[in-house]
């Protein structure tokens, strides 16, 4: 039984490594997620409802919750990267880096049902 304790090491690797990798990858989306939580409190609260049920406070201000019905995530994405400055008519600009961008892309997409 020599073999027998690398073989057990190895097997326990085989089958523990996905899933510690999976849990990993589920704490940095999770975290993404809470970051461009963060982002939205700080720079759109004011105006848009930010949660699955808030109302906007400003009545051009679409809810996040519904603006994947009103524009594709790609085309969100784009107008982040060139810096949004329309939206609702007294929106201010607002850039945001590609990880911010990312984190608040990731953000809507967990709003969505």
């Keep these: 039984m020599p ?3 690398p073989f057990l090491f190895a097997s326990f690797m085989v089958a523990v ?3 510690l990798a999976q849990e ?7 975290a993404n997620i809470a970051y461009g939580r963060a982002l939205v409190e700080a720079n759109c609260a004011a105006c848009h409802g ?12 679409p809810p996040f919750r519904t603006l994947w019905e009103r524009y594709p995530i790609d085309a969100l ?3 982040f990267v060139e810096g949004i400055a329309t939206g609702h008519p007294d929106m201010p600009q607002f850039t945001a880096t590609p990880e911010q961008i990312a984190a608040i ?3 809507i ?5």
């Excluded at 930010?50 to 201000?61: G, K, L, N, Q, Y």
């Design 3 to 5: 073999g027998l304790r």
């Design 17 to 19: 490594l996905p899933s």
């Design 24 to 30: 990993s990858a589920a704490q940095e989306e999770d």
């Design 50 to 61: 930010i949660d699955t049920a808030d109302e906007s406070r400003h009545p051009d201000a």
């Design 77 to 79: 994405e784009e107008s």
């Design 105 to 107: 892309l990731d953000y």
């Design 109 to 113: 997409a967990s709003l969505q049902p």
